[in-house]
């Protein structure tokens, strides 16, 4: 897909549904393309919106044919194997056009808020393009959140590690399309392009609403602490609720309803999800927090 201005400017990339499962950034996409054709006022925006047409087909995370995660497959090999090859002519098509940012547009866990997830910057990175990556993670309106595991081979580190900024946007759950989040998802985008003179601004700009501790900060990710037994997850605090350290926000139950295992947070935060299942076992993820 394709919006051109007849007046040069800065390009941007849009990219969704590099696993087949997350479907909201299609619709995104969708969405922003009916909003920006006709106020585009200067410059390009260009999408991908659904990088791996097999995983989509079967509901699939995966490259179902290949069983290859394709976001674990960048920046690509064109003699290599399926998602490879896939990888390697999304990401040269990209670094062609020299784009000022790239925006990949993907869903997490399905009771989840939307928030923008900043890469840990690649040692290996002299440019400019992760202090470009993190100014603009502050224009989306969203709650920021640095990741703490490098993605070596996804989309958005490999694109850094290229000097080119990219980030990712999560937004909302996966499998179903949440409306409200497709409207944060265009809004936040729609920041952006108005921050770089594409687009004029909104009336009054995009901002998630956040607990106002929160707002403007960049917090670390988290999955702890995991769960050290199975039963049923009851859960004390749900996504966008700020938390202290030592607060309960789980309780594990058995089948007959004893209390098995209290999950506290370790440190001061947000929720940022619950885990999509009701059942937990040891050693598996049980809610995911913007910590402080």
Excluded at 130 to 148: H, M, N
């Amino acid at each position: 897909m394709a919006a051109e201005s007849p007046c040069s400017g800065p390009v941007v990339w849009l990219t969704a549904c590099v696993h087949g499962d997350e479907v909201g950034g299609i619709v995104v996409i969708q969405e922003l393309f009916k909003t920006v054709r006709k106020r585009l006022l200067n410059g390009s925006i260009y999408a991908f919106p659904l990088m791996n047409p097999l995983g989509f087909e079967t509901a699939s995370r995966d490259i179902i044919l290949s069983k290859e995660d394709l976001n674990r497959s960048f920046p690509g090999n064109k003699n290599g194997s399926l998602a490879e090859r896939i990888a390697d002519k999304t990401f040269s098509t990209i670094a062609q056009t020299n784009p000022a940012l790239v925006l990949d547009l993907h869903n997490d866990w399905r009771r989840s808020i939307p928030h923008a997830l900043l890469d840990p910057c690649p040692r290996t990175l002299a440019g400019t393009a992760y202090a470009t990556t993190q100014y603009f993670s502050e224009k989306t309106g969203l709650l920021v959140i640095r990741d703490t595991e490098e993605l070596k081979r996804s989309l958005s580190y490999s694109l850094l590690q290229h000097d080119i900024p990219a980030m990712t946007l999560e937004l909302g759950e996966s499998y179903v399309v949440n409306e409200r989040n497709i409207e944060f998802g265009v809004y936040s985008i729609v920041n952006i392009l108005a921050d770089l003179g594409m687009v004029s601004p909104l009336e009054k700009p995009f901002h998630y609403p956040v607990p106002e501790l929160v707002r403007g900060e960049i917090l670390n990710y988290s999955q702890l602490p995991l769960s050290s037994t199975s039963g049923i997850i009851r859960f004390l605090a749900k996504p966008g609720d700020l938390v202290t350290r030592g607060q309960a926000v789980a309780k594990i139950y058995n089948t007959f309803g004893k209390l098995q295992e209290t999950i506290r947070a370790l440190n001061d935060g947000i929720v940022l999800g619950h885990a999509d299942f009701s059942v937990a076992f040891p050693g598996v993820p049980v809610i995911a927090f913007g910590v402080l």
